[in-house]
């Protein structure tokens, strides 16, 4: 290790649809967490490693921190308050643009019971005027002893260089705990995964809810052409759901596979040949046994 290198894992906490997935994409320059203007997209931990000559920060991006409706919503809120106590510091970040809500009282209750630095990170401020964030600070403040206020546009990039680099000065020396190449912890099946439920989420907007697992059946490297077989199942609660990811003659599943397929040359850097189905599995949020099939761990939920 070099002498003065810095390195620590930072978990992102927040109300669902503050733009967490968005930071964590911005930050290590390219895609690694899905992103959808739909609330509780993230279920899993996110790590994304971004590495420097003289730094390395892990980022934990968490699921969306709200009250659990569900088996799969307590498997959520699991990993987003154990993730509080494994880093060395924690960004709580906001809408600018939506301001207070209860749901962050629900978050500040449970920062009471964290020893580490957190900081708040007040996002989206290219949505709204300069002079509106001056009170949302103050109200912030009151709340909670924070680190630092750091104001940003993970879109735009606003400040997010700032932040980063305030953020390296408060890191212990470490060991770098990725290779320098590595941008996620997570194995490429569990990204193609995310990828496809993405889409699926973008394309069937309000009509369908959070009911959509996707499974990775198949990727063979022997594909036709010299493209990579994915073979991959949307997973849905009802058949009228099926319905409406299939769409009429199919169009609406040739979309998502016709999105997901760019995206995931992209992330491959080779052809993919996508193949989709549509399966359903009734109630399954609430069904450890498929939990723990669709890649959720008993342990955590």
Known sequence: ??????????????????????????????KIAI????????????????????SQIVFIDTPGIHKPK???????????ENSLNEVDAILFMINAEEGYGRGDQFIIERLQHVKQPVYLIINKIDQVEPDALLPLIQQYNKMYEFEEIVPISALEGNNVDHLLELLKTKLPEGPQYYPADQV?????????????????????????????????????????????????SIIVERKSQKGIVIGKQGTMLKEIGKRARR???????????????????????????????????????
């Open 1 to 30: 290790m070099d002498k003065g290198f810095k390195s620590g894992f930072i978990a992102i906490i927040g109300r669902p649809n503050v733009g967490k997935s968005t930071f964590m994409n911005r930050v290590i320059g390219q």
């Open 35 to 54: 992103m959808s203007d739909k609330a509780q997209t993230t279920r899993n931990k996110i790590q994304g490693v971004l590495t420097e000559d003289d």
């Open 70 to 80: 569900h088996k799969l919503g307590d498997f959520m809120m699991k990993i987003a």
């Open 184 to 232: 996620t912890d997570h194995p490429e099946r569990f990204i193609i995964s995310e990828l496809i439920r993405e889409k699926a989420l973008h394309l069937t907007r309000e009509e369908i809810p959070h009911s959509i697992a996707v499974v990775i059946e198949k990727i063979d490297p022997r594909g036709e052409e010299d493209k990579l077989l994915i073979q991959a």
């Open 263 to 301: 995206d995931i040359e992209s992330l491959l850097g080779s052809k993919v040949y996508l193949e989709l189905w549509v399966k359903v599995q009734e109630n399954w949020r609430n069904k450890p046994h498929q939990l723990q099939e669709f890649g959720f761990k008993r342990d955590e939920y």
